[in-house]
């Protein structure tokens, strides 16, 4: 939420997001071609965002964690292009987005922070670009690894040691890899002790090798 938001402003918001859905790890919060009417804010777990290529092949477009917003998809067309599917048990505040657009406008403090959600959504989108269209394979997991990083850091959990809440087969659809070049690149990585990784849980040994091998302007974006 918006930091500067008075106590009344807070309590209006978190009277607009008061309902709360529960999702087992494979549910989907909603399908490709559903119609828009509520932006979705993850209260915990995590998820995932894919579209369906043609031949029934699934490709990753994201992967979204506790703290932030679902959904930002669906509001220039009102009707969702990829499906949103947990990747663990999951709980998630509905902010009806008719409501939410109402209230920013009497808010200028929450329109701002929709405005900068919606903005860091563009950047991610032009960091993935880059990714697929520019990085070798080390590059693409060490960007992975390290915007993971950032992301758990900045709500409060560890940069260093955490747990992969995707398989290697979604990290590879993500960033436009083989699963055998991610389990092979990920090995690579244990061998240099630049990671150690057992199972799904994963520790960062060396952050600023792991910078050098994308350039730290490029660790953010995706």
Same mark, same amino acid.
């Given at each position: 939420? =918006?930091?500067?938001?008075?106590d009344? *402003?807070?309590?209006?918001?978190?009277?607009?997001a008061?309902?709360?859905?529960?999702?087992?790890?494979?549910?989907? +919060?909603?399908?490709?071609?559903?119609?828009?009417?509520? +932006?979705?804010?993850?209260?915990? #777990?995590?998820?995932?965002?894919?579209?369906? !290529?043609?031949?029934g092949?699934?490709?990753?477009? %994201?992967?979204? @964690?506790? #703290?932030?917003?679902?959904?930002?998809?669906?509001?220039?067309?009102?009707?969702?292009?990829?499906?949103?599917?947990?990747?663990?048990?999951?709980?998630?505040?509905?902010?009806?987005?008719?409501?939410?657009?109402? $209230?920013?406008?009497?808010? =200028?403090?929450?329109q701002? !922070?929709? !405005?900068?959600?919606?903005? /860091?959504?563009?950047?991610?989108?032009?960091?993935? @670009? $880059? &990714?697929?269209?520019?990085? /070798?394979? *080390?590059?693409?997991?060490?960007?992975?690894? +390290?915007?993971?990083s950032?992301?758990?850091?900045?709500?409060?959990?560890?940069a260093?040691?955490?747990r992969l809440? @995707?398989? /290697?087969?979604?990290? #590879?659809?993500?960033?436009?890899?083989? &699963? *055998?070049?991610?389990?092979?690149?990920?090995?690579?990585?244990?061998?240099t002790? +630049?990671?150690?990784? !057992?199972?799904?849980?994963?520790?960062?040994?060396? @952050?600023?090798?792991?910078? %050098?091998?994308? #350039?730290?302007? /490029?660790?953010? =974006?995706?």
């Amino acid at each position: 939420m =918006p930091s500067d938001l008075t106590d009344d *402003e807070l309590r209006q918001l978190e009277s607009l997001a008061s309902t709360k859905r529960a999702y087992r790890r494979g549910d989907y +919060l909603y399908r490709s071609g559903s119609k828009f009417g509520s +932006l979705y804010a993850i209260r915990t #777990g995590f998820f995932k965002t894919q579209v369906l !290529h043609e031949d029934g092949r699934e490709q990753v477009t %994201g992967f979204q @964690m506790a #703290g932030e917003i679902i959904g930002l998809d669906a509001i220039s067309t009102d009707v969702h292009t990829c499906d949103a599917v947990a990747l663990e048990d999951s709980e998630v505040c509905e902010l009806p987005f008719n409501q939410l657009e109402a $209230l920013s406008r009497q808010l =200028p403090a929450l329109q701002r !922070h929709l !405005h900068k959600i919606m903005s /860091r959504e563009i950047v991610r989108d032009q960091g993935i @670009m $880059l &990714l697929l269209g520019s990085m /070798r394979a *080390e590059e693409r997991l060490a960007a992975f690894l +390290l915007n993971l990083s950032q992301r758990f850091a900045a709500r409060g959990y560890s940069a260093s040691s955490f747990r992969l809440r @995707m398989t /290697r087969q979604e990290i #590879g659809s993500y960033l436009g890899l083989k &699963l *055998e070049t991610v389990s092979r690149t990920l090995s690579y990585f244990q061998e240099t002790r +630049l990671i150690d990784v !057992h199972n799904k849980s994963i520790e960062l040994l060396d @952050m600023s090798r792991l910078l %050098g091998l994308v #350039g730290q302007q /490029r660790a953010t =974006p995706i």
